[in-house]
């Protein structure tokens, strides 16, 4: 049997996989980091765990990891407006916001339970 894989099909094929492998690199996540940064700054109002200690601070644990960024960016740019939270958001980088999203989604044990809508 023949086959049918010409050279510039492989090549674009191979392209794609470095593409791929290159910008999921750039999203790199560092957990424990996340977690240092979480018990210095955020853990007294949202837990360590990420239940807040009391109902006025949301529980963020396994909240979904693109909700949690894009949440405290825009605290950060004042596109959300909370005056605590901008306080906080402020002195966090891009690469902060990255890790403690990425902590915080992680918690799977402290969850929100799924609401079952009909
Ligand atoms: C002094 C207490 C306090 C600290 C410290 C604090 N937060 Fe918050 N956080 C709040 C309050 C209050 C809200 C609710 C604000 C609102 O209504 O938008 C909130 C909201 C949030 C939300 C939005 C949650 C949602 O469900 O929409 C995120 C995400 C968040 N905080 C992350 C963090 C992170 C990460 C840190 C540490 C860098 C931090 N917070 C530090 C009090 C705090």
Redesign the pocket.
């Given at each position: 049997m023949k086959t049918h894989l010409n050279s510039s099909k492989l090549f674009s094929a191979t392209l794609f996989i470095l593409t791929l492998l290159v910008s999921t690199s750039s999203l790199a996540f560092d957990k424990e980091a996340g977690k240092k940064?979480?018990e210095q700054?955020?853990a007294?109002?949202?837990g360590l765990d990420g239940v807040g200690i009391i109902p006025?601070?949301?529980n963020?644990a396994g909240?979904y990891v693109d909700y949690?960024i894009k949440?405290?960016k825009d605290y950060r740019s004042g596109k959300?407006s909370?005056a605590?939270?901008a306080g906080?958001a402020a002195t966090?980088t891009d690469e902060d916001i990255q890790n403690?999203a990425y902590y915080?989604a992680t918690l799977k044990d402290n969850r929100l339970p799924v609401l079952d809508l009909k």
């Amino acid at each position: 049997m023949k086959t049918h894989l010409n050279s510039s099909k492989l090549f674009s094929a191979t392209l794609f996989i470095l593409t791929l492998l290159v910008s999921t690199s750039s999203l790199a996540f560092d957990k424990e980091a996340g977690k240092k940064k979480a018990e210095q700054v955020c853990a007294s109002c949202h837990g360590l765990d990420g239940v807040g200690i009391i109902p006025t601070y949301p529980n963020l644990a396994g909240q979904y990891v693109d909700y949690l960024i894009k949440s405290l960016k825009d605290y950060r740019s004042g596109k959300r407006s909370n005056a605590v939270m901008a306080g906080f958001a402020a002195t966090l980088t891009d690469e902060d916001i990255q890790n403690l999203a990425y902590y915080y989604a992680t918690l799977k044990d402290n969850r929100l339970p799924v609401l079952d809508l009909k």
